[in-house]
């Protein structure tokens, strides 16, 4: 058989840069789309359930703020070839750090709780008992991250990521205004009552989340990439950014098209799924539901996990799930307290969960701006990055991102006292 | 004492007025357990000096100075001081002893006839409370632990700063460490750390550390080191190490370092990296031992001497014929049992097991395992030798070197 054809295309520059990109990619559009994990669902589809296509319009600047960030983190992750939680340890000393990784270990709890919560609601819209279905998930979780090779486990959670494109085809089957989805892209519709201000907050706390940037800093340093390649790792989290937003998008979309416009109200995820049978039909319900466990589930599996890590390796103790529990105490003590802790929380009888998703979100807001002043510290820091300091826009960007956070979060905070 | 224990605390005139703050202390690297030289005191904003210790006279919750600040000529940090705050609190360093990685928590410093001397590293919790100021809270509570101390003697300081190209610090100590212990600690640190551990070794060391280093690390540490260098490393590894991490590489790259290799080594690259990466001609090595069938048997064992330091293994010697094909394979063992003066053909194996050079790594795996081979020939058009696949080779196959190291930090390490 000839093979120059083959070799002819293999070495055409467009498609070297194609291969290149795909044995890069993964890092930005797995973190991307853990993302989008059962609390930044339910945000979603409550902001398109009670505020239609009047918010549509954060999603642009909102993909502006987390490609640089995300971008941020993959460039310092591979210029340094460490982790974010190592990075801060060495550039502000131990008591910050301490503080930090208390403040995300309660935020990343938080986060574990609502992706439970998740799970039980899922379960509950497929008629699965709470009590059956988190110990099975929790089981499933801890056997796919202990026996699980990374290639395989990276594999999954590719698999997983594609999952989302059910939201995008629900969003099709609502059948929206296109026309003024369009028009509430381009054009704000701002409003200054606190439900609308809490909402902005909890979307973009769900959207650009402190532990995702700790997570996608230390999956680039894990998959080695060179220095070289780091055009094509700001492209995937570039990419990634941008995907996570248009998903988000369309549960916005679906919701505003279906339930927004039928005037329904509607509390948590199961009610979204259950009001999206009349008005869009059985499949948009079910790959609605569908949607929402893979995401619970592919975040549940990766937040204990990435917890216990940072903490660990940031404070100098021995990490590894290789590693038996007498080598690693605090590594499993953490990872297993918080998955378990999680599971038991949330099988109490009449718990709120709408609440504590709120909450992990609310804590995810209030800690980003703390996690985005330590990367800029760094990220501009010329013994770290050498000659890829952060550029002035790129600063700016990320100022503007913490201020306004800031901003939204101290005000949601005077609005609940 | 700690470091914990003096950094911040206030510096002293004679007179007792305070000047200033410390804010770092300088050691010297020149001996196993390094002696302060100078302390960097911040007095007065953001003004810092280097105080050399021969002003110091009192060390502990105050410092206080032997002479007033105007009589003190400045301290000049030399190329092997280690200042301790800055290169060592808070960063990894290797623990030579254990082949770990570890975080420094705090520094023991130990005084011994009018010096003071850092003795360790503290990597524990006792540490990390000392630094929060809660060793009084947690002692009552009862969370106490034992000390968790590595001597200086067993660490080896590791740099992370990108601006510094040059080491401060001779790597004496890391140079103890099995080669596939330095490459997990290589594989573990950060891409300029690892670097500079590999800069620090000699070529043969290098290479055999980077021989053990996992694949994607292999292609970002060649290519951020100097071409040159590179290419100096990779004429030391064993040639289907190297053609591996060249087939991974940017082709660009790759040829830039052929083009400056020793020619010798990179003839040979060429033809390896001319198979499919998973053939058996993409994982042999050629670097084998071969005779002339015409030999006697001291003859070849004489010829056997002289290559053994060059080929992977000694223990089979392959036969060629004249018209350069494969007849014959004699172990070690054969000629060291076989008469001296007989020829090599009448007690060689005849019977070749034999891999071709297109033929896939697994099954190249399986005939190994079958048959039990230490090494197995690799040949072209049926008889012409290219190489051969060793044992150990066989197992990289069953059990990757990826696989077997590399199971990632995030999943397991």
Known sequence: MDFTIFRRVFKSPLFLSLIIFLSVMGPGIITANVDNDAGGITTYSLAGSQFGYDLLWLFIPMIIALAVIQEMGVRMGIVSGKGLADLIREKVGIKITFLMM??????????????????????????????????????????????????????????????????????????????????????????????????????????????????????????????????????????????VNIVAFFIVLACAATIYTNGIQVNNVADVSNALVPLAGNYASILFAIGFLNASLFAASILPLSTAYYVCESLGFEAGVSKGFREAPVFHGLYLGLIILAVVIIMIPNVPLLSILYLSQVANGLLLPFVLILMLLIINDKKVMGSYVNSKLFNLISIATAVIVMGLSVSLVFTIL | MYLSDFIKKPVLSPSGKKIGKLKDVVVSSDHSYPIIKALEVNISGNKTINISWKYVGKLGKEVILKYPLEEIKEYKIQKHDIVLLKDVLDRQVVDIEGKKIRRVNDIKISPTNGHYHVIGVDIGVNGILRRLSLNRIAKPLGITSNEDLISWKDIDPVESDYSKVKLKVPKQKIKKLHPADMAEIVDQLGLNESLNILNSLDDESAADTLEEVSPERQVSLLEGMDSQRAAEILDEMSPDDAADVLADLPEEKAEELLDLMEPEESDDLRKLLKYPENTAGGIMTTEFAYVDQNLTIKEVLDSLRKMAEDVETIYYVYVISKSGDLVGVISLRDLLLSDPNSKVSEFMHTHIIKADVMEDQHEVAQTIAKYNLIALPVVEDETKLRGIITVDDAIDIVLPTAWKKRVPRMFGR
């Open chain 1, 102 to 243: 208390i403040a995300l270990l309660l935020a990343n709890f938080g986060n574990v709780l609502a992706e439970f919560s998740g799970i039980a609601v899922s379960a509950g819209i497929f008629g699965v008992p709470k009590f059956f279905a988190l110990p099975v998930a929790a089981l499933f979780v801890w056997l796919l991250v202990v026996k699980g090779t990374y290639k395989s486990v990276e594999k999954v959670f590719l698999l997983a990521s594609s999952l989302y494109l059910s939201y995008i085809v629900a969003g099709f089957l609502a059948g929206p205004d296109w026309g003024l989805a369009a028009k509430s892209l381009v054009m704000p519709h701002i409003s200054t009552s606190t439900a609308y201000i809490t909402m902005v907050i909890g979307l973009v706390g769900t959207t650009i989340a402190p532990w995702m940037m700790f997570y996608i800093q230390s999956s680039v340093v894990e998959k080695g990439i060179s220095l070289k390649n780091l055009k094509y790792s700001k492209l995937d989290a570039v990419f990634g950014a941008i995907v």
